[in-house]
């Protein structure tokens, strides 16, 4: 069981999950979602704690390895893939913006870009 402060950030609780592995000046919070904080936002006053068993750590973790944030809403999601568009290599794209996307581009050139379920390179996790 992990024991992790518990936050009230722009009136969400959010968990704060610690440093990220590549800026010491971000940290990772979960507020359902898997979220970047910039120091000035999370370092508010815990306001309690919350224990997660390891199946729940796994869980957010898997979140924050599979989901990131949209290049598209700019929203944090559980799950993003890569665009479908080769002028956006190297963008993120989550389900929701995925499919506006799919049927506005199947609405104006009559193709399909497929259902975003259909990427294999998504981790497994706990079930």
């Known amino acids: 069981m992990g024991k992790l402060d518990l936050k009230l950030i722009a009136g969400q609780l959010v968990i704060d999950m610690?440093?990220?592995?590549?800026?010491?000046?971000?940290?990772?919070?979960?507020?359902?979602?898997?979220?970047?904080?910039?120091?000035?936002?999370?370092?508010?006053?815990?306001?309690?704690?919350?224990?997660?068993?390891?199946?729940?750590?796994?869980?957010?973790?898997?979140?924050?390895?599979?989901?990131?944030?949209?290049?598209?809403?700019?929203?944090?999601?559980d799950k993003v893939r890569p665009s479908p568009f080769m002028v956006d290599v190297g963008a993120s794209m989550c389900k929701e913006c995925w499919d506006g996307t799919k049927e506005e581009y199947a609405a104006s050139t009559g193709e399909h870009i497929g259902d975003f379920e259909n990427y294999p390179h998504w981790k497994e996790g706990v079930k």
């Open 18 to 77: 610690g440093q990220t592995a590549d800026d010491r000046f971000k940290h990772r919070g979960y507020n359902g979602q898997p979220a970047i904080y910039d120091c000035d936002e999370i370092c508010v006053p815990t306001i309690g704690t919350v224990e997660l068993s390891e199946e729940q750590l796994k869980k957010i973790e898997l979140a924050y390895t599979n989901g990131h944030k949209c290049d598209y809403c700019e929203g944090y999601a």
